[in-house]
């Protein structure tokens, strides 16, 4: 639902001037000091999200926004550099200064169980364009969003989510900012 044009290292600053942290990668010990902080109501502002796929690979990057320090109440946004070539792609790869970095942003709301295994995970806010709008407004506030366009992806979607009684829906659209600075 959002994508911002520059180089790695420009998403990784830009992100992080807007007051996002970069997110510790999905490991057990990372983990366990997910589970230990939340049991001792710690914030932990670099909390790992689990890993999602697009274009065949888990995100290259992913960033988490607290909700008030809480644990359980998140922002996060996952980016994967569009693949050369592609028809997402705008430049030569991940080290490019044009890389396109398709972003699924959302907002951990709760906890619920897996629709196909039980177990325990984050619910999500079924409005995602909310956070791509979050995003965007966090990046003019610290004056690093250049252009912005707006492209309508497909049809506006309603999916089901994971969750048990989990669903996503948007309008459709992906915000493409070009970083600069």
């Given at each position: 639902n959002i994508g911002?044009?520059?180089?790695?290292?420009?998403?990784?600053?830009?992100m992080e001037a807007a007051g996002w942290h970069r997110a510790d990668p999905h490991r057990l010990p990372?983990?366990?000091r997910f589970i230990w902080r939340g049991f001792l109501?710690?914030?932990?502002?670099?909390?790992?999200v689990?890993?999602?796929?697009?274009?065949?690979?888990?995100?290259?990057?992913?960033?988490?926004?607290?909700?008030?320090?809480?644990?359980?109440h998140r922002h996060h946004v996952r980016f994967w550099a569009a693949p050369a070539g592609s028809d997402w792609s705008f430049g030569p790869g991940p080290n490019s200064s044009a890389t396109l970095w398709v972003g699924a942003s959302s907002?951990?709301?709760?906890?619920a169980l897996i629709r196909h295994n039980f177990q325990l995970t984050h619910m999500i806010d079924p409005d995602t364009d909310v956070e791509?709008?979050?995003?965007?407004q966090h990046l003019k506030n610290v004056g690093l969003a250049g252009s912005i366009k707006r492209v309508k992806l497909s049809s506006p979607y309603r999916l089901a989510n994971r969750v048990w009684?989990?669903?996503?829906?948007?309008?459709?659209?992906?915000?493409?900012?070009?970083?600069t600075g």
């Open positions: 911002l044009i520059g180089s790695r290292r420009q998403l990784i600053t830009a990372y983990v366990l109501g710690q914030p932990y502002p670099n909390a790992p689990s890993y999602l796929y697009l274009f065949g690979r888990k995100q290259d990057v992913a960033f988490v926004h607290a909700v008030e320090n809480s644990l359980v907002l951990d709301v709760g906890a791509r709008e979050l995003i965007v009684r989990g669903y996503l829906h948007s309008d459709g659209e992906m915000a493409v900012v070009r970083l």
